[in-house]
Antibody, heavy 122, light 107 residues
Framework: QVQLQESGPGLVKPSETLSLTCSVS??????????WSWIRQPPGKGLEWIGY???????NYNPSLKSRVTISGDTSKNQLSLKLTSVTAGDTAMYYCARVRDSNDWYRVDYWGQGTLVTVSS | DIQMTQSPSSVSASVRDRVTITCRASQHISSWLAWYQQKPGKAPQVLIYAASSLQSGVPSRFSGSGSGTDFTLTISSLQPEDVATYYCQQTNSFPWTFGQGTKVEIK
């Protein structure tokens, strides 16, 4: 059974960098043809795909966030990380880590973390 | 980006009612469409993928149809445990995008 667990500061100041980690168990971020993703959801609103790291290490980011986002993996710790720079109140959201199956499985999300709420405020 | 538009934004129905949610894509996405259910305080969970394939373990009262730009999620007999927000999502091209959600409540 794959489990994903997000962690990181719950409060970040405006203009600073948001940094989150997703610890993965029951699977590996460096194998299996999966897209390891970050998805966010502002309070009371819909879902937004931030980007993903393919198991090979290649990445793809939502153009709306591309200039501020970095997603990377640590194979030794089996973790996925997210860095979002120059945050504003608009970045306040629940941040989810998720595993996405490949095109043969229609890119569906089969595992989600429970999410971590990040608030941007001074 | 491909825009996904859901309707209605909310629906209130009685137990055992049939509920239908529609989703329209701003461009052709073939069958690259999934439906997710999100219960309050929880992460979304996939119900339907490839527009009409039922995810393993999902009750058969859920079904999906459509291709191209117009899609439908149907709950054939609404149950109390189906109270949730439902999202469509396209995976035809990145960035993968979601509809704005449809909140389903019990009348």
């Amino acid at each position: 059974q794959v489990q994903l667990q997000e962690s990181g500061p719950g409060l970040v100041k405006p203009s600073e960098t948001l940094s989150l980690t997703c610890s993965v168990s029951g699977g590996s971020v460096s194998s299996g043809s999966y897209y390891w993703s970050w998805i966010r959801q502002p309070p009371g609103k819909g879902l937004e795909w931030i980007g993903y790291m393919y198991y090979t290490g290649s990445t793809n980011y939502n153009p709306s966030l591309k200039s501020r986002v970095t997603i990377s993996g640590d194979t030794s710790k089996n973790q996925l990380s997210l860095k979002l720079t120059s945050v504003t109140a608009g970045d306040t959201a629940m941040y989810y880590c998720a595993r996405v199956r490949d095109s043969n499985d229609w890119y569906r999300v089969d595992y989600w973390g429970q999410g971590t709420l990040v608030t941007v405020s001074s | 980006d491909i825009q996904m538009t859901q309707s209605p934004s909310s629906v209130s129905a009685s137990v055992r009612d049939r509920v239908t949610i529609t989703c329209r894509a701003s461009q052709h996405i073939s069958s690259w469409l999934a439906w997710y259910q999100q219960k309050p305080g929880k992460a979304p969970q996939v119900l339907i993928y490839a527009a009409s394939s039922l995810q393993s373990g999902v009750p058969s009262r859920f079904s999906g149809s459509g291709s191209g730009t117009d899609f439908t999620l149907t709950i054939s007999s609404l149950q109390p445990e189906d109270v949730a927000t439902y999202y469509c999502q396209q995976t035809n091209s990145f960035p993968w995008t979601f509809g704005q959600g449809t909140k389903v409540e019990i009348k």
